[in-house]
């Protein structure tokens, strides 16, 4: 089986910006292996470590040590993101430009063709249900909408690896059926996905494995039935692995 | 290549769709023309002292153009975390300093052509002069001045977040330069000595600005300058504009972020 996105002792220390203020690290030297056609998912808290991993992978934060790589190659070179699809956990985009003119750009960037560009465009457009406003500048978009601009770009080079972080949150019950569909429908045609998210209930459903993270370590790897052996469910299991015991309102 | 071309080409999709970028322009064009409607004077030194007052404001204009421009460019991408899809994408932070700058000067250079196609129809009007070479040859010096002043700023926008910190500084440098630049070196021999081989040093390591300054062969004599001498000239605003990238590259290359 071939690791499509890999970690080894990965370790990201913050420097404070504060004068002699510790250094936060956000991962301890964490191992994650995600192979081809699988969807994954990576869980944890809040402050766990699931976007900084992520912005290592996609060369925002450099890793203090440890090595990070896609498709076998270093993250560190641009190339190793010709084949990956990225939705931010929290972005804008160049308000002044139409949804047609950025998903435009963004397929130059990955240098595909005209013809293909041509193609690829109204599909996108049709599938995340913008074909009406894809003429209008980003601004005068919705959150919604905006959203939905993010899904599509990061979809314009067909790519073999999604990485979404938290996807879903933000959003309403319609939105993340609908993201849940399309991870299920990349899922069919083979592709790979790896997205975060802390609502287990969602993650259940539609990953082949999970993996939890918290204070930058990884907890466990494996598959939802794996992971759950021994509670109730998904969400108890997370629960316990975090150390939080359910306790009365004061 | 392609993929600076594209980052460019949002550049000045940005500027274009601004409405402040048009309300300077059109300041400039209006005060050009209000400068050309003086010249029915027909005496030379008032003739000669609008023009040289259009082509001050040619000048102030070009440079808060590319200064201010250039100084949002990367702070506004961070802001907006536009540039986490960005770089998300198989492109390189090089590529992207690349394309902003390749944006920024390209827009400079279109304003530069409209300005000096306004002063050269309404001085033309009146004089019914045509010398398409000096207005050629002083335009040209500029935007290549504008190149070097253009990849200053984006190196300073790469340290300082608020992008008005950074035009604020580029000005005054720029202005600096422009200003005394050619009279440092006699101004340092007048100086007692740490202070005189410091402001030396300073003269022989700053790029000349103040060399790519036509406006007298305008105003003046409508002289050309040697073919020769623009060619030089345009090799070291491209040596200047080469290093400032470079820096520019060298802090931006492994940069967080995220903070
Ligand atoms: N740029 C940064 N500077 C300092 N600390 C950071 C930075 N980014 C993240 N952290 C810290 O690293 C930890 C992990 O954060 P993050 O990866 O965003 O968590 P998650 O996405 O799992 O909620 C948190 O404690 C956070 O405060
Ligand atoms: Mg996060």
Redesign the interface.
């Known amino acids: 089986m071939s690791a499509i996105l890999k970690t080894e002792k990965l370790r990201v220390e913050f420097k404070s910006t504060e004068f002699r203020q510790a250094v936060k690290v956000a991962l301890h030297g964490l191992d994650l292996e995600v192979n081809a056609g699988e969807v994954f998912g990576f869980l944890g808290p809040n402050g766990a470590g699931k976007t900084t991993t992520m912005n290592v992978l996609l060369g925002f934060v450099p890793a203090t040590s440890g090595t990070a790589s896609l498709f076998g190659i270093d993250v560190r070179q641009p190339i190793a993101r010709q084949r990956i699809g990225y939705l931010p956990e929290l972005t804008y985009y160049y308000k002044f430009l139409t949804a047609d003119e950025l998903l435009r750009f963004y397929a130059k960037i990955f240098g595909l063709t005209r013809a293909e560009t041509d193609r690829r465009i109204p599909e996108l457009l049709k599938l995340v249900e913008l074909e009406h406003a894809a003429k209008r500048p980003i601004k005068s978009y919705s959150k919604g909408m905006q959203q939905r601009v993010g899904l599509a770009q990061a979809l314009i080079n067909n790519p073999d690896l999604l990485v979404l972080d938290e996807p879903t949150s933000g959003l309403d019950p319609l939105g993340r059926m609908k993201v849940r569909e399309i991870i299920q429908r990349l899922k069919n045609e083979g592709k790979t996905v790896f997205f975060s998210s802390h609502e287990l209930g969602e993650v259940e459903t539609v990953c082949d494995r999970v993996a939890i993270v918290h204070q930058g370590e990884l907890k466990t790897v494996g598959s939802v039935a794996d992971v759950s052996a021994g509670s109730v469910n998904l969400e108890q299991a997370f629960l316990k692995i975090v150390g939080v015991q359910s306790q009365p309102l004061p | 290549m392609?993929?600076i071309?594209?980052?460019a080409?949002?550049v000045i999709?940005?500027l274009y769709?601004?409405k402040d970028f048009y309300v300077l322009f059109v300041l400039t064009a209006l005060l050009t023309v209000a400068a050309g409607a003086v010249n029915f004077f027909h005496d030379d030194k008032i003739v000669r002292y609008v023009k040289d007052i259009c082509l001050l404001l040619i000048w102030v204009s070009a440079l808060v153009i590319a200064i201010v421009t250039t100084a949002r460019q990367i702070p506004a991408e961070r802001e907006?975390?536009?540039i986490?899809?960005?770089?998300?994408?198989?492109?390189?932070r090089g590529?992207v300093i690349a394309g902003k700058f390749l944006g920024c000067w390209l827009a400079t250079g279109v304003a530069l052509l409209v300005f000096y196609f306004f002063f050269a129809v309404i001085t033309g009007s009146r004089e019914h002069l045509w010398p398409w070479a000096v207005y050629f040859q002083a335009a040209w010096m500029q935007w290549v001045m504008l190149a070097i002043v253009i990849a200053m700023v984006v190196l300073g926008s790469i340290y300082f977040a608020a992008p008005s910190s950074t035009s604020t500084i580029s000005f005054i440098v720029v202005v600096g330069i422009l200003g005394i630049g050619s009279h440092l070196k006699v101004i340092a021999l007048q100086q007692p000595e740490p202070m005189q081989f410091i402001l030396t040093a300073i003269y022989f390591l700053m790029p000349h600005l103040e060399w790519f300054d036509l406006r007298d062969f305008v105003v003046y004599d409508q002289s050309l300058v040697s073919w020769s001498a623009l060619a030089l000239a345009t090799g070291y605003a491209a040596v200047w504009t080469g290093i400032f990238l470079m820096l520019a590259w060298l802090g931006f290359r492994?940069k967080?972020?995220?903070?």
């Open positions: 392609n993929k071309i594209a980052l080409g949002v999709k940005e769709r601004r907006a975390r536009t986490f899809p960005l770089l998300a994408k198989p492109v390189s590529q492994r967080n972020l995220t903070t």
